[in-house]
């Protein structure tokens, strides 16, 4: 099963915020050279990830983005709903009624239908906090004094 680089670059962006946005509003240009993406098309899914409540952005010299909500209470199924629209993979899954020549005893429906299923659990049961580096407590052997890597993922 493959999604699009929506999935992968808006889940990238998302990461990059709830690593560096405790520090105040990250911009677009900041995301973008630190994950490598591309700034206009960054520019599009993060407006599409404020309009859906993930983000919320501040325009000016001083604006940037922000999560809307904790890590934690950011489902991954969600944001793939919203970026990419589905997790089938294969249209007829979505449909009640498909209209394909091999709707009916097609042997190959039910297996995409479990595939969605699989996938629609792990990514219900997933949020963006499970996806962000380990937090190295001061004190512990840390090169880097207890604070996160800053991973280019």
């Not at 520019?43 to 952005?57: D, I, M, T, W």
């Not at 937090?135 to 991973?151: L, M, Y």
């Amino acid at each position: 099963m493959r999604f699009s680089t929506r999935a992968e670059y808006g889940l990238r962006a998302l990461i990059d915020l709830a690593l560096f946005g405790h520090e105040g509003p990250v911009q677009t240009s900041e995301i973008g050279r630190r994950q490598g993406l591309p700034e206009a098309y960054l520019n599009q899914l993060l407006a599409q990830l404020r309009r859906a409540g993930f983000v919320v952005s501040k325009r000016g010299p001083h604006g940037g983005h922000r999560l809307a909500r904790p890590p934690e209470a950011i489902r991954l199924h969600e944001v793939f709903l919203v970026l990419e629209g589905t997790t089938s993979p294969w249209e007829c899954v979505d449909q009640d009624e498909p209209d394909c020549t091999y709707a009916h005893g097609c042997g190959l429906r039910p297996l995409w239908l479990r595939l969605k299923e699989a996938t629609d659990q792990v990514l219900r049961n997933t949020t963006l906090a499970d996806l962000l580096p380990p937090f190295v407590p001061p004190g512990t052997a840390s090169a880097r004094g207890g604070q996160r890597p800053r991973p280019v993922l």
